[in-house]
């Protein structure tokens, strides 16, 4: 009966893990690491017009993501202000009017509150088994529109060996505008997904001797 109790302690012990994980703070930096980048996409729901790709970095070093159960919390910005294929006639592409040739407009994505965690749903599998989705609220400016949106965003955690770099919060979110919120005036709809990586707080740097 002692090794039985003795292993259900140990078994309760070590099962929280997940749990810890979940609760866990993470920094939305352009600071660390170097390559860290963040992406925004825009597509037409009918193909009509070929999609536009923006990544960028992080706009600042003050973004937070906690995954506390109790009270999930979310703070950061995107500044995505490099477009793909910018050159040419972007009369083909979703966000055509607002972008002339080389002269892109930066997107730049401020998220400034996380609603409540929502598991995995049943029968899950792969890297969904152990993802959870939470809407943010905030604000998408582009071209000097600024629209309030609300994504519904999936966390993926990723829990490797090695550097402080192998743990990490990885976030996809979702949502869609009408085309008029862009001033856009061929495209009923738009749907917007965005992507960044998010790394534990790092200790602060030893001062140079």
Known sequence: ??????????????????????????????????????????RDPTGAKWPNFFH?????????????AASPTASFALLCDKMAQDRGDQSRRVLGELC??????????????????QAAAAGAKGKDKDASTAELTGTLDIAGRKIPVKATTTFRRHDGKGDE??????????????????????VAQVNVRFGLTAFPPQPAAAPKK
Not at 1 to 11: G, N, S, V
Not at 100 to 117: D, I, Q
């Open 165 to 186: 770099k192998s743990r990490a919060l990885m976030l996809d979110g979702n949502f869609t505008l009408k085309g008029s919120d862009l001033g856009l005036r061929t």
């Open 56 to 68: 960028g970095k992080p706009a600042n070093d003050s973004g937070v993501i906690n995954l506390s």
């Open 1 to 42: 009966m002692k090794i039985h109790a003795l292993f259900f302690l140990l078994l309760t012990l070590s099962s929280p893990i997940r749990a810890q994980d979940a609760a866990a703070s993470f920094t939305v930096t352009s600071a660390f690491p170097k390559y860290v980048t963040a992406d925004i996409e825009f």
């Open 100 to 117: 002339p040739p080389e002269k892109p407009p930066a997107v730049t994505l401020t998220v400034a509150k996380m609603g409540p965690l």
